[in-house]
Every structure is written in C-alpha cells, then in structure tokens.
C-alpha cells in the first residue's frame, strides 16, 4: 500500500503556515527579534519550513530518551550482580537510569539566570543578572567532581521525592507527556 505520506505532508503543512503566522504577527507587534524563539527560527533558516524545524527539535529529544534508556540496559547487562536486582526493585531501576544518564550526558544546556548569580574561573569571577543565558555542558564534570565518579554505580546518589501524584497534562498530544505539576526531588551524595 502506497500513501505517498500525504497527510505527514499536510500536517507539516498546516504548521508551516501557523508558525508562518506566529513569526509575521511577532515581526508586526515589534516584539525582541533576539528572544529566544528568535534565536531559535533564526539557528533554523537554512532549513524550508518552520514546521520541520519542529519536528526536527522532536525527533532530536526522542533520540536521546532511545539512547538513555539504551546506556541504562548496557550498563544493567554489564552486571550481573544488579540484574536480579532491578527485576523487583524499581527504586534501584532508578538510580541505574540517572546513574547511566549522568555518565553518558553531551547535552548543551541553556538556562535563564533567575537571580544575580556569581560565575568564576580560574582567574576571573562574573557577575551574569537575571534574564541573562548562559549555555553549559552538562557533563564538564559529571565524572570528575568527586572520587570515584568515573564508573557506573547506582549506589551513587539517593533521590528522594518531593511531589504528589502528577498526571499528564491533559491537552498534549505528541511525544512524552508532560507532568501536570511540578515534581522536584532531593538528588544527593550517599
């Protein structure tokens, strides 16, 4: 059966024109043209199509959900010893997952300062103010800030829950939902 993928087509289509419009109604009402969203079109005008920007963004953040939960069954397989373990210990299976993230992390992050916040170097200490952003790479020291954090241990750390029965976000649709409220937790040295 051929579908010559026309309602894809059609989908990227009608995106196409409502971000077409999103970006025409921004550009009238004057609004910051170097705001993130800006910045983000604009990392993107070599490529047609606002609307495959998007899906490009998408396809990028589930590849990296493929490759955590990857590094987390490599790093399971690797050792016997937890194997059993992880069968009827969810918490354990926990820790193995952000313990295989933190070691196999590339991520490029981009944070907004929320408070005058003090940066220093070796030689030179920065002030960055709030509504400032500053890109960081997540894994500068992922391995390297305390003794022993070059290999895989699940004992690592303790993550404690600080939230209560989140739901997804009722109106998403596409992708992995998103939690409905905010869901911190305590992550901390053993």
């Known amino acids: 059966m051929v579908t010559n993928k026309r309602a894809a087509r059609r989908a990227i289509a009608e995106l196409d024109e409502t971000l077409g419009e999103i970006i025409t109604t921004r550009e009238r009402e004057g609004l910051d043209p170097n705001d993130l969203f800006a910045r983000i079109c604009a990392s993107w005008n070599d490529v047609e199509g606002e609307a495959r920007n998007i899906v490009l963004i998408h396809m990028g953040s589930m590849s990296n959900l493929f ?5 987390t069954l490599v790093h399971i397989l690797e050792r016997p010893e937890i194997q ?3 069968r009827t210990d969810s918490e354990l299976l926990d820790r193995a997952t952000y313990e295989s ?3 196999r992390q590339r991520s490029i992050v981009l944070c907004q300062v929320l408070r005058p916040t003090e940066l220093c170097d070796e030689k030179t200490a920065y002030l960055a103010g709030p509504g400032v952003f500053l890109t960081t790479m997540m894994p500068v020291m992922n391995t390297t800030a305390l003794p022993d954090l070059d ?15 989140p739901q997804p976000l009722r109106r998403q649709i596409g992708g992995v939902a998103r939690a409905d409220r905010s869901c911190r937790v305590i992550y901390r040295l053993r």
């Open 84 to 86: 059993e373990r992880v």
């Open 151 to 165: 290999g895989f241990d699940p004992e690592h750390f303790r993550l404690t829950r600080k939230f209560s029965d």
């Open 67 to 71: 490759a955590a939960l990857a590094w």
């Open 101 to 103: 993230i933190r070691l």
